[in-house]
């Protein structure tokens, strides 16, 4: 089992910066890949970022160049730097982990609110 928590959202308003935090705790080991997914009002859940163990990244084309996933394995812990935050950013944020048999692990999620 993996257990994971979320923390850094809030309200912010357009333009500006928030950073999300998701701890890891449980069987760590058998984490590979970490990742963020959003979900807004009405929509399906997608895909923001995604980290590799190695550290190989990949972002959604509506965030590129302005969130920043980063991994400390060490600690556990996936961050997710968001710059130049939009209104349409808003949304509950998950913390999503898949082990190497690749069954998956979802955070309780953190709201993320940009005001115009």
């Known amino acids: 089992q993996v257990q994971l928590v979320e923390s850094g959202g809030g309200l912010v308003q357009a333009g500006g910066s928030l950073r999300l935090s998701c701890a890891a705790s449980?069987?760590?080991?058998?984490?590979?890949?970490m990742a963020w997914y959003r979900q807004a009002p009405g929509k399906q859940r997608d895909l923001v970022a995604l980290?590799?163990?190695?550290?190989?990244?990949n972002y959604a084309d509506a965030v590129k160049g302005r969130f920043t996933i980063s991994r400390d394995n060490a600690e556990s812990t996936v961050t997710l730097q968001m710059n130049n935050l939009k209104p349409e950013d808003t949304a509950v944020y998950y913390c999503?982990?898949?082990?190497?048999?690749?069954?998956?692990?979802w955070g309780q999620g953190t709201q993320v609110t940009v005001s115009s």
């Open positions: 449980g069987s760590i080991f058998r984490i590979n890949r």
């Open positions: 999503n982990a898949m082990t190497t048999s690749m069954f998956e692990y």
């Open positions: 980290i590799t163990k190695s550290g190989v990244t």
